[in-house]
């Protein structure tokens, strides 16, 4: 049976490959949620101020359901003003390459 992470890992790779532009544009998409959602085990969700916000990413390491840090992360240029990606340049397994600065 194949690994579910690195199926996840190369199928976003892929979808990089194909329109690295609008894979980019999904992956910066945050929404507000609730407390009850940002305290799922395994979903991903950050804190900006007050407000709690979940990613395409976010939720996509909670349906793989890994670690609290997640086991698929992404390697990239950032704006250092808004902390979104310029741009994409791979997708990572987490489990065996941790990420100590994305750039």
């Not at 790779?13 to 992956?27: F, K, M, P, S």
């Not at 359901?65 to 987490?94: N, Q, Y």
Request: hydrophobic share 40%; charged share 25%.
């Amino acid at each position: 049976m194949p690994d579910p992470i690195q199926s996840a890992v190369e199928l976003l790779n892929d979808a990089l490959e194909r329109d690295g532009d609008a894979v980019t544009q999904l992956i910066n998409l945050r929404a507000d949620c609730n407390e009850r959602l940002a305290s799922h085990p395994t979903i991903q969700v950050q804190k900006h101020g007050e407000v709690h916000r979940i990613g395409v990413l976010g939720l996509i390491n909670g349906a793989l359901g890994g670690g609290p840090s997640g086991d698929i992360g992404a390697k990239g240029k950032i704006d250092p003003k808004t902390g979104k990606f310029l741009r994409i340049k791979r997708f990572v397994d987490l489990r065996t390459e941790r990420l100590d600065v994305l750039a």
